[in-house]
């Protein structure tokens, strides 16, 4: 699903790379956490796997793909199969509820058809539904964040990439969100997921990746968040 | 591709950038109508030179009574002078294509008929008025041949050119085209800059729809045809409005006022406005749409 082999990136104007001969694998179906200090490349490393920024050395391959090798009009074929959720939720604000989770449909061009038939599904699944009609600035963080996952999930991708999801959200409504992820994680979507919560990755129990200035620290199954602390 | 989605969003684009939409109009027009005068008054030079190289002669004055000019120290010229000269433009054929000769009786009927209605008609008596050759030439820039072999010889007056008194006009004509080619041009760089400054606004303000389309997978076809259609559109509106202003300018400029008033000459047809209208329409969205693909291409990369 995602092979990093010996990545390093640096960025332009910098010294210290914000990954350093990285080497990771993440298989189809997992549940992985991303964890470290800011600074220690998780973004990077998930920018990485959008190809929002090409590695400065070694191969990233997302979904079967050498992403060194694809060429620029086939990043939205790409990115199609991604989904990814931020901690700012980046919600249309003048758009409802539908028409947020739509407009990921309608700029890839599907039908009409599919997509109120789609749309009123992935709602929910993401337990919204009812909701239709609210705009963003009249939910809650945890239903807006919901919202976004829901964008995210809509095409059914194969993997989602989640960026400190619950960062924005009080303890409660982050156990909602992770509960839902885990259940998207259940139906075959991988998911790869950042975080500095560390009730949450505790409670899960899932693979956790460490990282620490730009190198994979730490890699267990069934890991906590960190060691006595 | 979605058109309904495409045309709302170009929609929705335009209405939330009016001024700057409505800036790019105004230029857009403004640069291309002056573009378009400029390509009315060059179409209306060569419209006047087929019109008038056709008509323009050589004149060669023969001395009167009373001339004052050296070749005329002998006065009046003699019929074997004039019979000489008559000769010497035949010799000169295929260049000279049609002699006409003017008497002094025919120079003064010409001038009462010119000047009917002036005093001057009356001031001036026959003897006073030159003869004179008029002579057509089959190409009308060979003027030097026949002002190199006559002028200056015992009993002629003077070798007249009419069409360096045209040419002096047709200057005249061109130097007012080439002012409103430059000043076209520049607001036509002006109307560019502009256009790429509304496209960057236009891309900052909506950077949250196009951050998402492209985390989304859209390509880039759907992200930036929105903004290339707002720039096409807008600078067709203007386009069109040029043509407007290209069409009153032939229908009340040269038509309502210009040609009653001069009647003697010909001036540029329908059908020039109507080959240069389609050279302004593609000109305006061409320029317009390159520099909203270029901006974009830096402000929305994948």
Redesign the interface.
């Known amino acids: 699903m995602i092979l990093f082999d010996t990545v390093t990136k640096l960025y332009p104007n910098q010294t210290r790379p914000a990954l350093e001969e990285a080497s990771l694998e993440i298989e189809k179906g997992e549940f992985v956490f991303l964890v470290g200090p800011s600074g220690s490349g998780k973004s990077t490393f998930l920018r990485l796997v959008l190809r929002e920024e090409r590695p400065t050395a070694g191969n990233v391959w997302v979904l079967g793909k050498d992403l060194s090798r694809l060429s620029n009009w086939k990043i939205p074929t790409l990115r199609r199969e991604i989904g990814t959720v931020f901690q700012d939720f980046r919600l249309l604000p003048n758009k409802s509820v539908f028409e947020n989770v739509a407009f990921a449909l309608e700029v890839i061009g599907k039908p009409k058809a599919i997509i109120n038939k789609v749309v009123p599904e992935v709602l929910e699944v993401v337990g919204l539904e009812g909701k239709e009609e609210r705009r963003p600035d009249e939910l809650s963080g945890g239903e807006q964040q919901r919202v976004a996952i829901a964008r995210a999930f809509v095409n059914r991708p194969k993997l989602l990439i989640a960026d400190e999801p619950t960062g924005n959200l009080d303890p409660g409504t982050s156990v909602g969100i992770m509960k839902l992820l885990d259940r998207i994680n259940r139906l075959g979507t991988t998911v790869v997921m950042s975080t500095h919560d560390a009730q949450i990755v505790d409670q899960m129990r899932r693979r956790v990746v460490e990282l620490e200035n730009g190198h994979v620290v730490r890699d267990q199954s069934r890991g906590v968040y960190g060691y006595a602390r | ?2 058109a309904q ?1 495409v045309a709302s969003e170009v929609g929705n684009g335009l209405r939330r950038n009016l001024t700057m939409t409505l800036a790019v109009i105004i230029t857009v027009a403004v640069s291309l109508t002056l573009f378009g005068v400029s390509l009315l008054v060059r179409a209306q030079v060569d419209t006047m030179k087929d019109f008038w190289y056709d008509k323009v002669e050589v004149s060669i004055f023969l001395c009167a009574k009373g001339s004052d000019t050296p070749s005329c120290a002998g006065g009046a010229v003699t019929p074997a002078q004039r019979d000489q000269i008559k000769a010497d433009l035949e010799s000169l054929r295929p260049l000279v294509q049609d002699i006409y000769y003017e008497s002094q009786g025919e120079a003064y009927a010409r001038f009462q008929e010119q000047f009917a209605n002036s005093p001057i008609a009356d001031s001036v008596n026959e003897s006073a008025l030159p003869e004179s050759f008029r002579v057509k030439l089959a190409d009308p820039t060979q003027y030097d041949v026949v002002a190199s072999a006559f002028s200056g010889r015992p009993g002629i007056e003077q070798v007249n050119d009419q069409r360096q008194v045209l040419d002096k006009f047709f200057r005249l004509l061109g130097g007012l085209q080439a002012i409103a080619l430059i000043i076209a041009v520049v607001m036509l760089i002006v109307t560019v800059l502009l256009v790429v400054n509304t496209m960057r606004v236009a891309a900052f303000s909506r950077r ?2 196009t ?10 076809l ?2 930036q045809l929105p903004f290339l259609l707002e720039a096409a559109v807008s600078a067709g509106i203007g386009a069109i409005l040029a043509v407007g202003g290209l069409i009153l300018a032939k229908g009340i400029v040269i038509d309502q006022i210009l040609a009653p008033s001069f009647q003697f000459t010909a001036f540029v047809g329908w059908d020039a406005v109507l080959g240069i209208a389609p050279i302004l329409i593609l000109v305006g969205i061409g320029l317009s749409g390159i520099a909203a693909f270029l901006t974009l291409r830096k402000y929305l990369r ?1």
């Open positions: 591709m979605r989605f949250r729809e951050g998402i389309m492209r985390l989304v997978g859209a390509s880039n759907y992200i994948v």
